[in-house]
């Protein structure tokens, strides 16, 4: 984060230390939204779109849930179980990807 702080205070004409407190308490909020919205999620339903984490013109955070499963093993042919896991995914908005030419 040391790059994007140093150049946010540059820009903003303040101390890398303040602009590190602010993108650090942007980082705990988004954080801290999935994590409060997929609470919310285990005990209603929600839909995909109210469980993202958007940031404007940027992207939006989101958990996607991956259910247990076996999977097989060529090497040594055995099935094994997986556990169930939850990762953090990232999806650019359009904009985004076209300012950087991705699409």
Known sequence: MN??????A???????EEVQNVVSIIFEEIESLLVQKEKSHQKQTLSPKEREVLIKNFGSFFIVSR???????PGTHEQVSTEPIKEIHFRPFLALKERMGLT
Do not use: G, N, V
């Open 10 to 16: 540059k820009r903003l004409q303040l101390s890398d």
């Open 3 to 8: 790059e994007i702080t140093q150049r946010i």
């Open 67 to 73: 259910p247990a499963r076996q999977i097989y093993i």
